[in-house]
């Protein structure tokens, strides 16, 4: 039978087991063959209807959805590919990125109607439009209303190659168009099966998901790796703390996984104290380095907590740090996954030894395919066979990683080098500061200094003085950022990471001003 569809593979091993738990109507329960045949349909309709076949493109514009998980695995059977659009982006971002892989249809959510009319003024006019939730219209086309029309047998079989694409995945780029990274069966496979292994994921695992669906975090850090397994999957519209709470209560939650902005928003809340967290048994955070009393408070339930690791172009899933040196190694993402191997390499491609500052390296099977449309970035991605990751790292001598902040983002100051991220982690560990935040600004003298930004807990007296004062006790005297901004919240991307290009946009813009 054809290996590359997941969900009749499911279907024939597991057909009981519970895939999906629909956050979004009442926790409702639906196996891996009702899963499978629905999504059956759904393939019928984009074939029949639609004339969707190997290699063509789908462009989808939507929230987090049972029905884009549906065209996901539509997807899949088919042999077309899914282009999985920020719906944070401007139209006009919108529109050259659907351009840039000419789909045959664009997919869409209600939420979107608007935008979708604006768009269509200037997309191709044989561009097709579908509507994913929503009813049949004269203006616009429904699948919702059409998909009991549809058989819910198994569509014929596509023979798809470990290099044929299956989604086109953007990565989060701060000027120009992004890339879509190309994520074909042989990466999104090999980085599901080093998941499986590397983190011990079981069939029995009950994970909720709220990662945006255009994100890699969506899609492959935990989705696939659980539907491969014949797990279970919480699925949610997006992040909401008593939705998490309850679910950890009521579901049974095994695992999850969040961004160190979400994990602090959790343990902030009220309900955080009462919280029990007895049925799960590992909680990680990526996406950024994570503060230690995060650590800490997952320690104090009871719970393993890690950090982890990943990049669009490589999984994501990379690193894995046994629970026996967590406690030892706070802030270190571990050693590489089962099928993973990396390198601290110098500027010059030296391989550094523990201890040294490079740019990390990545090789393996689970590594993009490279970027659509883009042979020259796609080349410049790889050196014989290694990924640049634009993230600077270093290794300790038991052969453990820790991630010390983008190359991008390092500040050269008077001829040193300042990683914010060793300098966030030092903040974050203040009892007043909720968030922090280093970004450059031009100095006349140092060529450009590090200024934090900083978001204090409710009723403090934290000022700038008192501050610099407390770092210079913790950090070498250039490392401590020369201004101090305290704001009430900092700006997030669509994975909720901090914006920092926004930041440094905001505050280098007024200081020109002020200038």
Known sequence: MFFGDWLYRRELLTPDNIALIDAEDGDQKISYRQWNRRVNKLAHFLQTQWGIGKGDRISIYSANSMEYLDFLFACNKLGAVLQVIN???TPQEIKDIIQDVDPKI????????HQ??????ELSEGLGYLLIDGPQSERENS???QKDNWAETQPVPVELDWEDPWVICYTGGTTGLPKGAILNYRSITWNSVN???SWGLSSTDVIPHYMPMFHTGGI???LLPTVHIGGTTIFCKDFDIEQLLDQIDRLEVTFFFGVPAMLLMLIQHPRWPEADLSNVRLVMAGGGNCPRVVYEAFWEKGVSFKEGYGL??????TFWLPDGEVRDKVGSVGRPLFHVDVKISSPEGEILPPGEIGELMIRGPHVFAGYWNRPEETKAAFDEGWLHTGDLAKSDTDGCYT???RLKEMIKSGGENIYPAEIEDILHDHEDILEAAIIPRPDPKWGEVGCAVVVKKSGSDLDEQKLQTWMKERMAGYKVPKTVIFRKDLPKTGANKVDKAALEKEYQADQMVKG
């Open 403 to 405: 991630i010390v902040g």
């Open 195 to 197: 998941t499986i292994v």
């Open 116 to 121: 979708v009319l604006q768009l269509k003024a």
């Open 143 to 145: 699948w919702t209303s």
């Open 106 to 113: 664009l997919a869409y959510s209600h939420d979107w109607s």
């Open 220 to 222: 492959n850090v935990l």
């Open 87 to 89: 719906w944070r982006l």
């Open 312 to 317: 669009t172009e490589a999984g994501p899933n």
